[in-house]
């Protein structure tokens, strides 16, 4: 596995997650009543919160890799 990897997939989950709450917040300019304030309680609410979590835990896991890596040195 190669950092370059996971944080590539962590920047384009950052990256879409900031751009589902962009557009999100355009649509409430339209569409504001119950229904959307409840469908961003329960689902985009949970879901951006899921997201910080799982960056969270990818910036984790990258530092171990490095750190793995700086432990074992070259391979060749």
């Given at each position: 596995m190669r950092p370059s990897n996971i944080t590539a997939g962590a920047g384009k989950l950052q990256h879409d997650i900031k751009a589902l709450r962009a557009h999100w917040?355009?649509?409430?300019?339209?569409?504001?009543?119950?229904?959307?304030?409840?469908f961003e309680a329960r689902q985009l609410a949970p879901l951006e919160q899921a997201v910080a979590q799982a960056l969270h835990g990818i910036d984790e896991l990258n530092q171990f890799v490095l750190q793995m890596i700086k432990d074992l040195g070259p391979t060749e």
């Open positions: 917040d355009r649509s409430r300019e339209e569409w504001d009543d119950p229904v959307s304030r409840d």
